[in-house]
Each structure stands twice: as structure tokens, then as C-alpha cells.
């Protein structure tokens, strides 16, 4: 369908000059113009350009896709076919994502963080000002505390201590500026923090990373899970 010629006029005529487009709740004025598409989209003070499953302008911008998308400011939220983000980068993975002025959001398949650093593993995370790095079984800590959803741990006086199941501590760990976290077993890190697996750890002035069966290096060595790991200019063997 398309708008009478009374309603063209009638926009034509107005003091700002505004075009009329037609939608599925029917024809009105716009300010910036709006291009409508099967799903219907509204737009003031901007163009938007629509897909199929419709579209929501806020703050002068939009961007949409195959799943529709709305954006306010700081925040995002996805939908089958991408996302939007506005104050901030976004990223959408098969879970979706969220984006927040200085946090993030984990889902199944990944991870996207600001103003601090994140990390994503099979336990999820959440990132804080001094950032955290959480795992299947524990969490590691970085100038004050850090909370895991799997197991519970906490930074108090510069002592680490992790509970499985909230009810048994074990494996005190001592929490420097770069943190660290332990399983089973004393560790004693430096700045660079450190990763603890089935009752190991190794520290470097780099830091170290694991996940299962494999290993990752940074500048002052590496780590491993499951197996021995050493690094040779920069690559890892596990």
C-alpha cells in the first residue's frame, strides 16, 4: 500500500517539510524520513534502513538485521541475526550478547569486554575494574575480590582460599598484584598471576593461561593443563 494523496499533501505542506512514508500501522510524517520494510520501522532525526523482522531507532542511529535488532544507549541486545551497540563495541555469538559500559556478558560461544579484561571458559566470567579470569573449578583474583559460579573463592589480607560446593577450603594461596588462583596445593605467584590446574602450577613473569589439553604462551613463559608444557620462542608444547 502506499499513502493517499491527501496524506502526501498534507506533509508536503506542513512548516518542516516532512515526508511521509507508509507502514503496517499506516502513514505518517517523519521529521528525517524513514524507509519501511515487512517488518515496519519509524525513525526521527535519521534514516534507518530495515530488514525483514523490523527495526528500533533510538539516539539518531540504527543499525539492523536479519533478526531485527534495538539499540539504546550502552546497551545491546542481539538477536538471531546480529546486533547493535551503541557507547561501546558489541560482538553477538550463538548465545547472544550484552554489552555494558564497563563490564561484559559470557554466553555459549564467547565473550566481549570493556574497560577491563575478560576472559570466557566453561564456567562463564565476569569482569571487574581489576579484571577476573574464571574457570570450570575455581576463579582468580586481582586487587579485591572475585566470585565464580562453580566454586567460591576470595581475596582477604593477601590470602587466596578457594571452596568447592561453599562448604570445604582447601589449598590456600597467597594473592599478589597480578593474582592468582590454586587447586589442591600451595602457590606462590608474582606479578604476572598464574593459572592453577589438578593441583599444579607454574608462574611466570608473563602470567599463564590452560584450557583442556592445551596451552597457551605470553612473554614470560606458559602453562598446561592435563600434561607437561614448555615454550620455545613463543610457541608451546603440550
Excluded: I, K
Excluded at 43 to 68: D, P, V
Excluded at 103 to 118: L, N, Q, R, T
Excluded at 136 to 163: D, E, K, N, R
Amino acid at each position: 500500500m502506499s499513502c493517499t494523496t491527501d496524506e502526501n499533501v498534507h506533509c508536503l505542506l506542513s512548516p518542516r517539510r516532512d515526508s511521509c512514508r507508509y507502514s503496517e500501522s499506516g502513514c505518517g510524517c517523519f521529521a528525517g524520513g524513514c524507509r519501511c520494510f515487512a517488518g515496519g520501522c519509524s525513525c526521527h532525526a535519521s534514516g534507518c534502513s530495515c530488514h525483514a523482522g523490523g527495526c528500533g531507532c533510538f539516539a539518531g542511529s540504527c543499525r539492523c538485521f536479519a533478526g531485527g535488532c534495538s539499540c539504546h544507549a550502552g546497551s545491546c541486545r542481539c538477536f538471531a541475526g546480529g546486533c547493535s551497540c551503541h557507547a561501546g563495541s558489541c560482538r553477538c555469538h550463538a548465545g547472544g550478547c550484552r554489552c555494558f559500559a564497563g563490564g561484559c556478558g559470557c554466553h555459549a560461544s564467547g565473550c566481549s569486554c570493556h574497560a577491563g579484561s575478560c576472559r570466557c571458559h566453561a564456567g562463564g566470567c565476569r569482569c571487574f575494574a581489576g579484571g577476573c579470569r574464571c574457570f570450570a573449578v575455581g576463579c582468580s583474583c586481582h586487587a579485591g575480590g572475585c566470585h565464580c559460579s562453580v566454586s567460591c573463592c576470595s581475596c582477604l589480607a593477601g590470602f587466596y582460599a578457594c571452596c568447592q560446593r561453599r562448604r570445604f577450603c582447601f589449598g590456600c594461596c597467597r594473592c599478589f598484584a597480578g593474582g592468582c588462583s590454586c587447586h589442591a596445593s600451595g602457590c606462590s605467584c608474582h606479578a604476572g598471576g598464574c593459572g592453577c590446574f589438578a593441583g599444579s602450577c607454574r608462574c611466570f613473569a608473563g602470567g599463564c593461561s590452560c584450557h583442556a589439553g592445551s596451552c597457551r604462551c605470553f612473554a614470560g613463559g606458559c602453562g598446561c593443563h592435563a600434561s607437561g608444557c614448555s615454550c620455545h620462542a613463543g610457541s608451546c608444547r603440550c
